[in-house]
């Protein structure tokens, strides 16, 4: 067995819990090869499991030297860190790891999360989101912050971070505890009733507080996009004949978003300052589900965690429909890089570090 062997069968080993086992295979191939950078980390790893993370440390800030060093090993030194409580040193880590690596969203994701933990929301917001930005394809930070803005008043940017990070991460539990959120948030956002004495539906939808209009000095207009597009256009969307929000007029209400979104965009782009001319990666996907005919399905998918038995009943009585969407959904996953991409500065939004 070569030494890349030996590092692969200590791994095996310790994610079946057996660390002894791990660590005398991993100390052999450093008795060989000192420098070995991979068993080096896997045995910092190693102590981080076993919550020695002094030991981890120790270990971590010798291969920060290393000219093979990688994102990871600042993220594992800065956690180590900030578990034995320093955080200051935990941000200085990875602060660290950013300089050698600018485009790293995880060691992002970690400055979010030291403040995230500590109750500082809006201040771990700005991390999450330049992750986003540096790094499209790391999921994490779009998780997170969709979290941070499902607390605060604009939740609009948290729908779409969550749905994204849906597509990018299928089939775990913090994929079904996002589904849950979505729901949540659309019944908290839209409240249908009744006028007390007209007797007709009225409807309500609250996703943002932003609605300062301005001008610019070609005289375009500057809308918001969370009260200006965006409620528009759910408001537009949500079905004349449905008394309630759940999972059928929701539905309803997403099929119609996609074309009604995409014919405002038409007939306001000219006119209105913040229509990007990059493509919303979050839209465009759902533009392709739909013209592929199983937007039905992928709305019971994203919202399935909100009301499990509506949405069983509907996958019971659409069987096929439902395994011709997964089937479609394999094969044509939502494509998330620096060209197909969605961040809300894309909208006018103010940058975090403006």
């Known amino acids: 067995m070569d030494v890349k062997q030996k590092v692969r069968a200590a791994v095996r080993l310790m994610d079946d819990g057996l660390y002894d086992e791990s660590e005398e295979l991993l100390a052999a191939v450093l008795t060989v090869e000192p420098d070995n950078y991979l068993a080096s980390y896997e045995m910092a790893y190693l ?23 990688r994102d990871r090993a600042y993220q594992m030194l800065g956690n180590a860190y900030d578990l034995m409580g320093n955080r200051k040193k935990a941000e200085k880590a990875y602060n660290r790891g950013l300089a050698k690596f600018p485009r790293s969203g995880r060691l992002y994701l970690e400055l979010g999360n030291v403040a995230y933990n500590s109750g500082e929301y809006m201040s771990a917001l700005p991390y999450y989101e330049r992750g986003i930005d540096v790094e499209p394809s790391f999921a994490s930070n779009y998780y997170n912050a969709a979290n941070v803005f499902f607390r605060s008043s604009e939740v609009v940017w948290g729908m779409f971070y969550g749905e994204i990070f849906m597509n990018m991460e299928r089939g775990s539990d913090r994929t079904r505890m996002m589904s849950r959120y979505l729901y949540e948030a659309y019944r908290r956002g839209i409240t249908v009733g009744r006028d007390a004495e007209s007797g007709d539906r009225t409807l309500g939808i609250d996703f943002s507080r932003q609605n300062e209009i301005r001008m610019t000095s070609d005289s ?3 809308l918001p996009f969370g009260t ?10 949500f079905p004349m004949d449905a008394d309630s929000v759940n999972m059928a007029s929701l539905n309803r209400m997403r099929c119609n978003f996609v074309d009604n979104y995409f014919s405002a965009m038409d007939e306001l782009r000219g006119k209105v300052s913040g229509i990007p001319d990059t493509p919303n990666v979050l839209l465009d996907y759902q533009r392709r589900v739909a013209r592929a005919g199983h937007m039905e399905a992928y709305n019971y998918w994203i919202l399935m965690e909100g009301n499990p038995d509506d949405s069983g009943t509907w996958i019971d009585a659409h069987g ?28 006018g939004e103010v940058p975090f570090d403006e």
């Open 320 to 347: 096929d429909e439902w395994d011709a969407f997964f089937d479609w959904f394999r094969e044509n996953p939502m494509e998330i890089d620096r060209t197909h991409r969605f961040h809300r500065c894309m909208y």
């Open 47 to 69: 102590h981080y499991l076993r919550e020695d993370y002094k030991a981890a440390a120790k270990i971590l800030e010798k291969l920060t030297d290393s000219p093979d060093v």
């Open 220 to 222: 375009l207009i500057v």
């Open 228 to 237: 200006g597009i965006y409620e528009t256009v759910l408001g537009l969307s």
